[in-house]
Structures are given as C-alpha cells and as structure tokens.
Antibody, heavy 122, light 107 residues
C-alpha cells in the first residue's frame, strides 16, 4: 500500500525558509485522482492544514499561510515538497504529509506520513 | 473563516458507547470526517464522508452528520480506543478545517 515519508532539516533559523520533502512509495504519485497535502501540529496542539497540490501542479493553500507557502510536485521522483518562508517560533511543529481524496464538498487524508519535527530557533 | 468546535474531553467506561460531537455552521450540509491520533503517532482516518469506514477500521466506529453537528460514535469502547479525535470538513472559502480535537478517556 501507499506509504509517505517526510524528510528535511529539523532545525531552521528564524526568518529563513523551511523546506520539506515527502516521498511516496508503494504507488505512483500520478495514479488515481489524488491531491497531496501538508498538515502540521504544534506540540500539544491541534492539526492545521497547510495546503495541497494535484499532480497537474494545481494548488490550494490555507488562507492564513498563503503568503508564505509554496507546494510543488516532482512526479519523476514521486515526491512533493513544502516551502514555508519567513518562519518564526510559531512555525515550530510536527509536519505531516498525506494523500488527499477530494470530491465535491469533501476532502479527507489517508494515509499520513509519520511526521517530522521542525524547530525554529537561532 | 469556517470553524469546527469539539469538546476538549470525553470520558467513557469500557464497553459503553462514546459519542464525540463536532459543531459548525450548517455542518450537516457538508461532509465530515474523523481522525484518531494516539500519543506519538500520526493521525488515522476512521470515518470519511460522514459515515463511511475505511478498510481496517472496526465496525464499532460509526459517524453521522445532521443540522450543525457531526457525531463520532464508538460502540463497546475498548481501552485501545483511548486517543485524541479530530473532526474535519471542507469549506469553499477556508478549504480544509479541523476541529480542535477531543481527548477520549476510557476509564
């Protein structure tokens, strides 16, 4: 079955850009009508959706993060990536990637990657 | 922006039925889904499109959605069901919205 794995630096300095990659295994990122999403969770807090991408390159972003987020996809590597600019301590969180099923008025995440902790600190 | 509200905590005795509510404006006109998250683990989808169960999710998990409230029901709750549960919906303006999460305690 499809599995997802996040990778990237665990420590990012304030004002810099956070960059993460999600590698999809067990299936092609281009097969099926799926979006691919990033979600984060600060320690002890709830889930926050960051954004999603379709393999065509079409994206949707959380309005509250839109000005700082870029999600891209590399179908040749079966990967998609997240860039979050101008980070602050408030961006410290576990970052998850997830396969996203979407239809008219509906959207759900399954499966999820194991998550990767990113700490913003000097 | 669209918001979903969940109670911070729910307690249930083993073998009893647990109900976790998620409220939002006209939520019954949207599709809701639910995730289970155990400590140190990634969330797992347990209900999607209001009431559908993914493969591998026990039948004791069920969902409903009407009016302004979606409900996750766990029948015959087991100790292994103790976890945080998050509801989630899609809104045309906010896109993906999560509830704040409910800690289910089985005691």
């Amino acid at each position: 079955q499809v599995q997802l794995q996040e990778s990237g630096p665990g420590l990012v300095k304030p004002s810099q850009t956070l960059s993460l990659t999600c590698t999809v295994s067990g299936g092609s990122i281009s097969s099926g009508s799926y979006y691919w999403s990033w979600i984060r969770q600060p320690a002890g807090k709830g889930l926050e959706w960051i954004g999603r991408i379709y393999t065509s390159g079409s994206t949707n972003y959380n309005p509250s993060l839109k000005s700082r987020v870029t999600i891209s996809v590399d179908t040749s590597k079966n990967q998609f990536s997240l860039k979050l600019s101008s980070v602050t301590a408030a961006d410290t969180a576990v970052y998850y990637c997830a396969r996203t099923s979407s239809g008219w008025g509906t959207n759900w995440f399954d499966p999820w990657g194991q998550g990767t902790l990113v700490t913003v600190s000097s | 922006s669209y918001e979903l509200t969940q109670p911070p905590s729910v307690s249930v005795s083993p073998g009893q039925t647990a109900s976790i509510n998620c409220s939002g404006d006209r939520l019954g006109h949207k599709y809701a889904c639910w995730y289970q998250q155990k400590p140190g683990q990634s969330p797992v989808l347990v209900i999607y499109q209001d009431y559908k169960r993914p493969s591998g999710i026990p039948e004791r998990f069920s969902g409903s959605d009407s009016g302004n409230t979606a409900t996750l029901t766990i029948s015959g709750t087991q100790a292994m069901d103790e976890a945080d549960y998050y509801c989630q919906a899609w809104d045309s303006s906010s896109y993906v919205v999560f509830g704040g999460g409910t800690k289910l305690t089985v005691l």
